[in-house]
């Protein structure tokens, strides 16, 4: 590997870690919102309704997978 090729590597290195820094609280602010609100609307309609809570999670999951797809900023 030349000199140049590892300088651009670690380059793109950093950027890739300065990124995911900058998602990093995003997502663990809304991981935090889909517990809250698994513990405070889910856990009690699965105990009333157990197929229409989960309907429910899924979508908010698929939300919070959504948001993660569209904000990964060309990473795959």
Known sequence: MTNQAGK???DF????????????PRV????????TYLNDEVVPEVR????????VA???L???A?????NAGGRQ
């Open 58 to 60: 899924a979508e908010q």
């Open 8 to 10: 651009d590597l670690k």
């Open 48 to 55: 009333q309704n157990s197929s229409k809570a989960l309907k």
């Open 28 to 35: 663990e602010e809304e991981v935090r919102k889909v517990i």
């Open 62 to 64: 698929r939300k919070l």
């Open 66 to 70: 959504e948001y993660l797809d569209n």
């Open 13 to 24: 290195g950093r950027r890739v870690e300065a990124k995911f820094n900058q998602a990093t």
